[in-house]
């Protein structure tokens, strides 16, 4: 026997094939968002960057300046390790050592936030990045989605280092610059920094005792080996 709908009967099955034909197009529409998602991870675009606050961004960090990429999996590419300390407020040498205000100097007129103590891994390709202690004075962007600050600074010379956030640290790209004799044409290098703890300036003041030793008897300058490597 044939049963004929009635106009009740055929607005719920319309109601019932347009709720099923969105759920199919949301579907389709989250599967395409996710594979948008895993194609970007896996060629290597950078996540939007997020902002950076003094107080977010006072910690240890664990270092790693490559050329290329840092990789996890590869450190071949690696040329200077070490730590980089950043603080929310200036910090007070006063009373230090002549040693620790010769080497936390950062040759600019505002106190020093920050400071890092980094070991050469090997000598070529050349970098400005220093290979020993020093101090630095970070600032934020007027977006405040990028860091900016030194890991090697003298009157004619030095490395800057522009980074984002990420979700374990900071990630960048560090450029040598120099003028007159100092100038060069170094390509980029790549920066990773790992935070690892709280602010800690101890580790820096801690490694200058061996690196002033190092500078008054640059026996051993020159060597890939010594971690101090006698230069600032």
């Known amino acids: 026997m044939l049963v004929r709908l009635g106009p009740a009967s055929q607005r719920m099955d319309n109601h019932h094939h347009g709720a099923t034909r969105r759920f ?15 194609r970007d991870t896996a060629i290597g ?8 606050t003094p107080v977010a961004l006072a910690g240890t960090y664990s270092v ?18 070490g730590v980089l300390v950043l603080t929310a407020q200036p910090i007070d040498l006063t ?9 936390m100097e950062d040759f600019r007129p505002d106190p020093i936030n920050g400071c890092y103590v980094l070991r050469y891994v090997r000598d070529d390709p050349p970098t400005y990045a220093g290979g020993s202690v020093g101090g630095t004075q ?8 990028s ?70 008897n640059p026996t051993r300058h020159g060597s890939a080996d010594n971690p101090e490597h006698g230069s600032r």
């Open 24 to 38: 199919w197009l949301l579907l389709g529409l989250c599967i395409a968002v996710a594979a948008l998602a895993c």
């Open 45 to 52: 675009v950078p996540p939007s960057p997020t902002r950076l």
């Open 64 to 81: 790693r300046i490559c050329r290329g990429s840092c990789s996890s999996d590869d450190t071949t590419a690696d040329l200077r390790r």
């Open 95 to 103: 009373g230090q050592p002549d040693s620790v205000q010769w080497l």
């Open 138 to 145: 970070w600032e934020l962007d007027s977006s405040g989605t």
């Open 147 to 216: 860091v900016f600050f030194s890991l090697y600074r003298s009157p004619d010379a030095g490395y800057l280092v522009e980074a984002i956030g990420t979700r374990s640290g900071l990630r960048g790209r560090g450029t040598s610059w120099g003028v007159g004799i100092a100038e060069v044409h170094f390509p980029d290098d790549s920066v990773v920094a790992t935070r690892i703890g709280p602010p800690d300036v101890s580790t820096c003041l801690a490694a200058v005792g061996p690196a002033w030793v190092e500078i008054m």
